[in-house]
């Protein structure tokens, strides 16, 4: 029984640390995806604010803007409804991978915020730019 | 002045649950009757205070009183009156206190209805309830007073999170409180019992009725925070594995695991040193939640103001009372002696497999939920554990234990017989697998683990009604013996059914609803039709109308199914005047127990609007079966052998086969 009890935990933390290993998701601000170049086939999360007049909204919800930290700028596409809070000017978290032509291609648009409508990792990587003007 | 009255209550209380905490504890300890009556009244008078000084707030709160800090930040005088009285626990300050008032709540019932647990675990139990009343007490006195005052009082409030402003607000806090904090009582009754040293069946059979309480409504404020997301998020979607979901989750696994293990302490005085540590861990998980949600170190709809001081209380509870109880733990488990012994194949045998895979799951989520946290502190990496994690560890893990389900109840206790056992099954397993195969021809081979998930649920659900009938025997006492049979089943067999059928149930809605939803997007003009599944909607244009503290534009659909009108659906995107926040209201259309799901995009201003339609085959069993399951729970509490007074010794058995292993 002890045997047992040691294989199905064994198989478990083996699970659990693939999983960790596969399936996790990172942030990048468009600077990261710049610098880094961050090619096709990665799955990553791009967060920053939404440029200002970027927005291209097409028939049956497809949409294309332009995410930004200021110093570099990524395009993103996404077919679907928006989260309610989603504006230009204002922070957002897109989750999806560069396409080949470069354009971002994201399959989630993230509705998450805080108070000041800014997600939380975007107001830091914001901070990181030196452009943050928020309170805190 | 009732305001007043309100916070001097807080304060009483908190003076009270210091007396609380060192009084009864030291009369059981030193075997001191006097003492230890303290408890009882005291545990009485504890809710009585944190009633009041919660009417306070709710009096405040449903005359609009702006002259409170709190209530200024989170109401507005147009808000309807059940929002008004719901606002009460949409703010951090509010829900803290409903946390404490549900705190104080058990150990009133225990001070109250517990008459039949001995004094000296009574009150020593009361006094641990009143330690971590004391702690969150004085959180709430020291960080988060919900009773502050504005010199000069504003004519009008703030208003509250237009997402909050929903039925939903009134139902799932107080239902999943109930359930995340009802474990307090449970950790209470294992700490108590540490530090007695006194430790047997009879705890098990006190201990259950309040774990099986609190665990029926931490599965109802699960599920109803779930059907919540659902139908006003706008997404569609009925779970996130969000951090702040995940939170509520592993404690309900903890505890699921609890119930089961302390069945096995309580029938068979095995798998003490085991049940206490759930026990501990369990609320432990519940209190790490809190932490996790009011802490502010997660962005979520949950977290409100965020003040880092109020995080750092927490943690510091926290480290209080796990390390603490961890502790006192590893210096007193040692001395509990071994129960009975057992085989492997044996129903105790079933409920430690039960427990591995539960426990093994909890760990799975508590990984996927705190190691994005631990990575950003470490490396300052940020990264986001979704869907893809949960579904890969967490799935693999919970199949083998729902194959295994049927099989549990049917095992005889110390030494089973596989083979007898799944004689009782084959009919079950007969049935699954048509059902399995029923859905391959269906469907074609293009999905396989569909019907595979649908043969599951289907084994799960028979299984459970298996296990009734092969309890009646049917076929052997004829039917009017049978049914006779059946009303005499004790209550926790029954329970024990229902609960697993709404397994079942459950699973089968995830199956089918993940499955099979289709969904279309479209750019609609008036008068345009989309189609889904045989059903045409009509887009019949957008009006605007205006609520009592919103805006909105309401669209009209008209739902027909082979030409004939079924139903008209009327979604709407709002605007909350007070704080100008947009929102989603999705319109439902329930078939059966199949769902039509509606909800707008941004209107694009020549009149056309984003439609998002999805057909949800089945959906609402995913709820319908947490439902089922905390019925079973509810049965399984009215077990009148629960109740019962003076418990009966368990029976002391040595008869021990020759290969049965120690059970821990």
Redesign the interface.
């Known amino acids: 029984?002890?045997g047992?009890?040691g294989a199905?935990?064994a198989a478990?933390v083996g699970?659990?640390l693939?999983?960790?290993n596969?399936?996790?998701?990172?942030?990048q601000s468009p600077t990261d995806v710049v610098e880094k170049g961050i090619g096709p086939g990665q799955r990553i999360?791009l967060g920053g604010l939404v440029e200002e007049g970027s927005v291209v909204?097409a028939?049956?919800?497809h949409v294309t803007f332009s995410v930004t930290d200021t110093s570099n700028t990524v395009k993103v596409t996404y077919?679907?409804?928006?989260p309610?809070?989603f504006r230009e000017g204002q922070g957002v978290v897109t989750?999806g991978m560069v396409g080949p032509d470069g354009v971002f291609v994201a399959d989630n648009v993230l509705?998450?915020?805080?108070?000041n409508y800014v997600?939380?990792?975007v107001a830091?990587a914001l901070k990181k730019q030196g452009v943050w003007k928020g309170d805190n | 002045m009732i305001v007043e009255l309100g916070h001097f209550a807080l304060v009483l209380a908190l003076v009270l649950s210091l007396v609380q905490s060192v009084l009864p504890v030291t009369g059981a300890l030193k075997g001191d009757n006097r003492l230890m009556a303290v408890a009882p009244p005291v545990s009485v008078m504890l809710f009585l205070l944190v009633g009041l000084s919660f009417a306070a707030l709710t009096m405040a709160y449903v005359t609009s009183d702006f002259s409170v800090v709190n209530v200024w930040e989170n109401s507005h005088s147009t808000k309807p009156l059940i929002y008004k009285i719901s606002g009460v626990w949409g703010n951090h300050e509010g829900s803290v206190l409903l946390w404490v008032l549900i705190l104080v709540f058990f150990g009133a019932l225990v001070g109250a209805f517990g008459s039949n647990i001995p004094a000296p675990l009574r009150s020593a139990t009361l006094s641990v309830q009143a330690w971590i009343t004391a702690g969150f007490l004085l959180f709430i006195l020291a960080t988060s007073n919900p009773f502050a005052r504005i010199a000069q009082a504003p004519i009008e409030g703030n208003d509250l999170n237009p997402i909050l402003q929903d039925i939903g607000l009134a139902i799932h806090p107080p239902l999943l409180y109930v359930g995340y904090v009802g474990f307090s009582i449970t950790f209470s009754f294992a700490v108590a019992a540490l530090m007695l040293g006194r430790i047997d069946a009879a705890w098990a059979r006190w201990v259950r009725p309040w774990t099986l309480l609190a665990w029926v409504f931490l599965t109802l404020g699960i599920s109803m925070g779930s059907y919540w997301a659902y139908y006003e998020l706008g997404w569609g979607g009925w779970w996130f594995w969000d951090p702040v979901e995940n939170a509520s989750l592993m404690p309900w696994l903890a505890g699921t695991a609890l119930l089961h293990s302390a069945l096995v302490m309580e029938k068979r005085e095995a798998l003490k040193v085991w049940t206490i540590l759930l026990a501990i861990f369990t609320f432990s998980l519940s209190l790490l939640g809190t932490f996790l949600v009011r802490s502010g170190v997660l962005t979520s709809v949950h977290a409100f103001a965020t003040d880092p001081a109020r995080g750092i209380f927490i943690l510091v509870l926290l480290c209080l009372f796990i390390g603490g109880s961890l502790t006192l733990y590893a210096w007193r488990a040692p001395m509990l002696k071994q129960g009975g012994l057992f085989a492997p194949i044996s129903r105790e045998g079933s409920l430690v497999l039960n427990n591995l895979f539960l426990t093994a799951a909890t760990v799975a989520v508590f990984v996927g939920t705190l190691y994005p946290l631990a990575l950003d502190i470490v490396t300052g990496e940020k990264i986001s554990v979704g869907a893809p994690f949960f579904n890969l560890t967490f799935g693999p893990i919970l199949v083998p234990l729902l194959m295994a389900i049927p099989f549990g109840p049917v095992l005889a206790w110390k030494r089973g017989d596989l083979l007898a056992a799944s004689q009782r099954l084959y009919a079950a397993f007969g049935i699954a697998l048509a059902a399995c195969l029923f859905c391959f021809w269906l469907w074609g081979m293009k999905m396989v683990l569909a019907p595979l998930g649908v043969g599951l649920a289907v084994w799960v659900m028979v299984g459970a009604a298996a296990e009734i009938l092969g309890r009646i025997r049917l076929r052997d006492v004829g039917l009017a013996r049978g049914i006779s049979r059946l009303t005499g089943l004790p209550g926790s067999v029954w329970g024990t059914a229902i609960a697993h059928f709404g397994v079942g149930v459950t699973l089968l809605g995830i199956v089918t609803a993940s499955a099979f939803q289709v969904e279309q997007i479209r750019t609609m003009k008036p008068q345009d039709i989309v189609s889904l599944e045989g059903f045409d909607m009509t887009f019949e244009g957008a009006v605007p109308r205006k609520g009592p503290n919103y805006t909105e534009e309401v669209a009209h659909f008209t739902v027909r199914q082979g030409g004939v009108e079924i139903a008209r659906l009327d979604p709407s995107k709002r605007v909350y005047t007070a704080r100008q926040m947009p929102t989603t209201e999705a319109a439902i259309l329930t078939l059966g127990v199949s769902q039509l799901y509606l909800s707008l995009g941004e209107s694009r201003g020549d009149g056309a609007v984003d439609v998002r339609v999805y057909y949800k085959p089945l959906i609402t069993l995913i709820w319908i079966g947490c439902v089922i399951m905390a019925f079973g729970g509810l049965v399984s509490i009215a077990d009148r052998r629960l109740r019962v007074g003076a418990p009966k010794p368990a029976r002391k058995s040595k008869a021990a086969a020759p290969a049965a292993q120690p059970a821990e």
């Open positions: 029984m002890i047992a009890a199905v935990l478990a699970l659990i693939y999983a960790l596969d399936q996790i998701v990172f942030f999360r909204r028939d049956d919800a077919t679907g409804i928006l309610d809070l989750e509705a998450k915020h805080d108070e997600p939380k990792e830091e």
